[in-house]
């Protein structure tokens, strides 16, 4: 991994807060993201943006900024040196006992007793980040053209205000837990298998993970313990112009709230609903054109469909100067799409072209199916000549599946559709 200085990327200083180095990351994303530059400069800025969300990743968190700091960029080589010669502490605790420093709960002062590890509960450069709120949001396709905003009430733990997050009365002692020791957590016995048995490290239920508590006398009286307290607030949301499916919208700190540790966050994962009009790719909208037959010989001038901002759209197809319309044909129209973020441009509106025939039965009066006969061009091709003729019956149907049915023979329809199965089976088992 080459070495890159991460705060320089951030443009901020070494001693940066949290605060800081989250306002860094959102100005420098912002800036800098692909979306904003034009096409040819695409893959440099896609790349400059993956080194600012990596910089982001290593700096948000306290221990792998501080491994960061010690070693750089070789800390994360797997094997290297700069992460102490080995697995790191989190990996020789997984396989001790089933778990990693993460899950320890009240952090180290109950791993005095544990040989080597006296030492370990200042490591850090402060409390760790809660756990993130994940939770999907659908949107409509109008939603995402025009953006949106709203507001929601949001009920969350927060460290409660009277006893600032201790669980007890003021001045008040904790008691060591016995049934830990004073630890925060025990060995437990988990089966692993037939007659086989592994111990790992879980957090004490008595305590949750502390190695103290108070008793009932000594607890606070506005969360009885428990160190945090329900708040209901009100969030706003925005989700920009243009935004589409799988943009994340982050709330910052807005997660429930864990004494010795910083909030996380509440991120809300778009997900756009079916639009029965327009289909979207990127920042492009396909639509279906529905014309009648005399429109696409004779031309037309009318609103063909509602925009998704309520905007009417007009063609004005001109004849006899202008061209006739061919059922799947395309009319691109520039700047007609979607949204670009962060920018006044637009993609493109395709309408594909759907010719309406007329209904069986419509024209039934000879004089004028002879006058339609007379204005639509003859027909170029040669006339098929031949010894005996055989005027047939016909009929309509709406598939090829009797085609060859039976027979065996692979160009039969009933062969072909064999075969796509056999294809899509085959692909579903690769994938």
Partial sequence: MSEIDLYSILEISRDATPTEVKKAYHKAARTHHPDKVPESERAAADDRFKDIQQAYEILSDDQTREMY??????????GNPGQGGGPDLDDILAQMFGQGMGGMGGGFEGMGGMPGMGGMGGMGRGPRKSKN???????????????KTTRFASTKNVICGNCSGSGGKANAKPKKCGTCDGKGSKIALRPVGPGLVTQEQVPCSTCSGRGSYFTDDKKCKKCKGARTTSQRKILELYIPPGSRQGDKIVLAGEADQVPDQEPGDIIFDLVESPHDVFHRAGSDL???LKVTLAEALTGFNRVVLKHLDGRGVSLHVKQPAGRILRPGEILKIA????????SDAK????LIVDVVFPEDGWLRDEATINKIRDVLPKSTDEEIKAEEVDEVDWEVISDMEDFGAGSGDPRSAEWEDDSEEEGEAAQCAQQ
């Fill in 69 to 78: 700091d010690m070693h750089g960029m070789a800390a994360f080589e797997k």
């Fill in 133 to 147: 709120e994940v939770q999907e949001y659908e949107v409509t396709l109008e939603e995402l053209y025009k953006g």
């Fill in 286 to 288: 396909q639509a279906e």
């Fill in 335 to 342: 700047g007609e799409g979607m949204p670009i973020k962060r």
């Fill in 347 to 350: 993609g493109d509106l395709y």
